[in-house]
Each structure stands twice: as structure tokens, then as C-alpha cells.
């Protein structure tokens, strides 16, 4: 006989994929709606603007993640000043892949590879390290 508590948590995870999912395709058109004017007025300027859409997009996705991906209202200092140090971090690497990456595949698909690379990453980092209560809301109506 399954676990009803384990497939209860399993739920509760998938819907919190979910959401985080959402908050991320939201966070992609914030960033984009920034990265590629810059990149399409200033062609040589892909570095700074990754680095300017990144913050735009981490500023949004502090915000998101924390009330919508992972259902917290309590926020506390220490949870931005987290968020901010994994956003610097997935920013160096994003932008370490994209500079690699930009001589194959040019400025738009670069970017889409190097942010591709790092989401995963994201997510492990947030809920372990930034949002992760001990009663956490699992489910958001």
C-alpha cells in the first residue's frame, strides 16, 4: 500500500516545480525584455547587458519566488541578502557560459544556453538555502 504522506510530498513538490516554472518564464520575458534592445542598439555591449538584466529579473524573482514559487510571506533580511549572493553567483556563471559560448552561437542563443544552464541550479539553491521553512504553505488556491 503507497505512502499517502509520501505521495502527499510528492504533490506538493510537483505543484511547487510548477509554480517555480511559471515565476521562471515570467523572469525570462522581464529579462529579455531588457537584454535584447540594449544588445540590438549596442552589439558590442552583451556583457554589461546580461549583467543589467540579470539584476532587473533577480529583483522580480526575490519577489515571485518568494510569495508565488514557494508560498512565504514572512520574509526576512537574511532571505534577501541569500538571494542575492545565489543571484551574483548563477550571474558569474550565466555570464562565464555566455562568454564562452558567444563566438558558436551568437548573443541570443548564448544567452538562452548559459541562462538554460543555470536554472536548475537556482532552484536547488532557493529552496534549500533562501526559502526553506519548516512550515512552509504547500499548496497555493
Known sequence: MPNTSSQEGRHARIRELARYGAVGVGLVVVEYAVYIPI???WPQAVLPAHLLARVVAGVAGFVGHSRF?????????????????????????AALLLMALLPLLGPLVAKLASDGAVIAAGYVAGRRLVFA?????EAIP
Open 69 to 93: 514559487s514557494f508560498g512565504l510571506v514572512d520574509l526576512r533580511p537574511r532571505d534577501g541578502v541569500r538571494y542575492a549572493l545565489i543571484v551574483i553567483v548563477n550571474m558569474a556563471l
Open 133 to 137: 521553512r519548516p512550515a512552509r504553505r
Open 39 to 41: 544588445v540590438h542598439l
